[in-house]
């Protein structure tokens, strides 16, 4: 299954701001992960735009997780960025050209879209399985606890 690449900068975005105490700017943000801030604001809009952050206006405004870190699953992030289309799309191709199958033939999804539904569905409840909670546990355990208080301290300095 591909992904646009707006979706690991939103899974990486969404990861900081578990670490951050007060709302976080965009620019922050790009500043931090070292990309344009066109570009991530798209992903950021994508994200506000399915729920999984708010942005907080004023002087001291930016961006936050909408809900605990617990309750958003990297497939929440996927969708918000790349859609919930399936990445198989059937085209019934077994009713097309001179050995084409009845229409009757073609009223049970055949072999292949049935394996390539089933491989999509165990793809997103893979992504479904894992939060944004997770990750940051993940990250703590393999690295310890300075890499979230060394993005906290960052995100927190002044730009």
Known sequence: MKMSGGVEWALHCAFALTAADRPVPAARLAEM???SPTYLAKQLQSLSRAGLIHSVQGHAGGYELSRPP???TVLDVVEA???????FTCTEVRARGPLAA?????????AI???MT???????ASLRSV???DLASTVTSENGPGVLAGIRGWLSSPA
């Open 33 to 35: 992960h070292d990309v």
């Open 70 to 72: 617990s309750q958003i």
């Open 81 to 87: 960025i790349d859609g919930r289309s399936p990445a």
């Open 102 to 110: 009845s229409p009757e033939a073609c009223e049970t999804p055949c």
């Open 113 to 115: 879209h049935r394996a």
């Open 118 to 124: 089933a491989a999509d569905d165990a793809w997103r």
């Open 131 to 133: 939060t944004i909670a």
